[in-house]
């Protein structure tokens, strides 16, 4: 804990307050540089967030709280909704769902827009956990998913599904035209 005031000290009297200043000055002056700030309200959102809750830790039986390890992902564009209580998982197995999760926010914020909302809602079904990030963009075209793949493209079908698919669990995609993606 110690060590965590001082690092916050730290990033306090210097990082945040940049990110702070770009976000205002962004806001100033619009257009891309307003993308720019938004991006820096965003992060310093998130640091802070991290320094004063700091990151799901584990337990001595190696367990992390997935729970946690979300909502430290929420932001002015980002909700999580969650059951409120932790969902303890082996703490690798968290650190690739929460990978998953992000690289899916990233992919909202590429293809929809920085400012686009994004939505991840974490429930717990009987034995299982289910984690669904869903946007309002213009959804997915068919094909483009086998396209991206056939042109190297790494994000849905290497770092989303094959993390999943190394966990030994499953990913489901619902989009259309008009409709965003889930």
Do not use: C, Y
């Not at 686009?116 to 034995?127: M, S």
């Amino acid at each position: 804990m110690a060590e965590r005031e001082r690092l916050a000290r730290a990033v306090h009297d210097r990082v945040l307050q940049v990110l702070a200043h770009v976000k205002r000055r962004g806001v100033q002056l619009g257009g891309p540089a307003g993308d720019l700030g938004a991006l820096a309200g965003e992060q310093e959102i998130a640091l802070r967030t991290l320094l004063t809750t700091g990151p799901a830790p584990t337990d001595a039986r190696g367990l992390r709280d997935l729970e946690a390890a979300l909502r430290t992902l929420a932001s002015a564009r980002v909700t999580i909704a969650t059951p409120g209580h932790p969902v303890e998982l082996p703490a690798g197995v968290v650190d690739e769902l929460v990978a998953v999760v992000v690289a899916a926010l990233a992919n909202v914020a590429l293809h929809v827009g920085l400012q686009a909302p994004g939505w991840v809602l974490l429930e717990v079904v009987g034995d299982r956990v289910e984690i669904s990030v869903r946007d309002e963009g213009p959804g997915i075209p068919a094909g483009r998913l086998t396209a991206a793949e056939a042109e190297g493209g790494l994000g849905v079908a290497r770092s989303m599904r094959g993390r999943i698919r190394d966990l030994g669990a499953t990913i489901t995609l619902d989009t259309g035209p008009g409709r965003g993606t889930e």
